[in-house]
């Protein structure tokens, strides 16, 4: 990594509401600071938000996660986006570490919208030039963009972590074959064998795995379930009790995007082969959400990394979430 200084006078750094710690951590990472965002309503309930600092002719970095409430922070971001554009901003990145939308990426039922392209014409519409994310629900949201679009890597950061633990024995399973190719280059970086689940979706919340393809599962201990996002739990539930019948006795479960949602970490952590959840801050989970088997680790540096690679004309491509 090329550690040239980044000028704080060439840049602005914003965050919407969703997850200011986050942004907090990129900005000093970057050496620059995060200048103030001022989010209000008006009686009407409309939103008012005002960016503290100049952007004339400036670099305009705004972090916000598309993480509940969804459509509330989506409009922020088309806001601050739209304000740095009418105030004469030179480019302007939205850094989007979790991009909500992607999981509708396909027209598989009539008169739907593929929101994931929707919203990808939005942010351009809106002024951006460039977008930055991390671990897209599905390659193909990629091309949805109209404008550069960096699809990071959370992976770097997991491997990080792992490689401190004892994986002899265990094989890594993908809760679908979606995932099974990024569960591939995931498995590879540390030697495990890998499988996937044969998954079928019947609603929003509930699923059945009728089977696992790949590596023999029976026979390994141990199994480290990898996901790209965790909602209501409802497929790594259906994974786990297949796991559990196959005679795996403990389980960890990474996902980069914890959102967590009704009820579903309470579900996960009652399991007691399940010892730990790994997760990441793309999405901010209050403090009292924390349980003793969940793990959340930053990915600040990966996006700290990126940007810096980007000021500084450099390939990205390692950070990929497509590479090796």
């Known amino acids: 990594m090329t550690n040239v200084p980044i000028s704080a006078g060439e840049v602005r750094f914003f965050s919407g509401s969703s997850n200011p710690q986050l942004a907090e951590n990129i900005a000093s990472k970057l050496g620059v600071p995060l200048d103030g965002t001022h989010i209000t309503r008006f ?70 919208s593929i929101t994931a392209r929707l919203v990808a014409d939005l942010l351009k519409t809106a002024g951006a030039t460039h977008v930055m994310s991390m671990m897209f629900h599905s390659p193909q949201v990629h091309g949805f963009f109209g404008i550069p679009t960096d699809p990071l890597s959370s992976r770097v950061v997991f491997k990080e972590y792992l490689s401190q633990k004892d994986l002899t024995g ?11 190719k990024s569960a591939a280059r995931f498995a590879k970086t540390l030697g495990l064998p890998v499988a996937a689940g044969n998954k079928e979706r019947i609603s929003d919340s509930e699923v059945i795995i009728s089977g696992l393809v790949g590596s023999q599962v029976r026979g390994h201990k141990r199994a480290l379930i990898y996901d790209d996002e965790i909602a209501t739990g409802g497929s ?24 967590f949602s009704r009820g579903g970490l309470g579900r996960l952590t009652a399991i007691p082969q399940i010892s730990e959840i790994i997760t990441t801050d793309t999405v901010h989970i209050p403090p009292e959400k924390i349980h003793p088997k969940l793990t959340v680790l930053s990915v600040a540096t990966v996006f700290a990394d990126a940007i810096r690679h980007n000021i500084n004309r450099e390939s990205l491509s390692d950070l990929f979430v497509f590479g090796e």
């Open 236 to 259: 790594i539930l259906e994974l786990t009790r297949l796991l559990i019948e196959e005679g795996i006795e403990d389980i960890q479960v990474i996902c980069t995007h914890g959102v």
């Open 43 to 112: 009686s009407n309930d409309n939103l008012y938000i005002q960016l503290s600092a100049s952007v004339r002719y400036r670099r305009v970095y705004i972090v916000q996660s598309l993480s509940q409430p969804v459509n509330d922070h989506l409009m922020e971001l088309l806001m601050m986006i739209d304000i740095a554009r009418g105030a004469a901003a030179s480019e302007i990145h939205a850094i989007i570490p979790y991009y909500s939308f992607g999981r509708s990426d396909k027209k598989d039922a009539p008169r739907i």
């Open 170 to 180: 265990a094989i890594m399973v993908a809760p679908d074959m979606g995932q099974a």
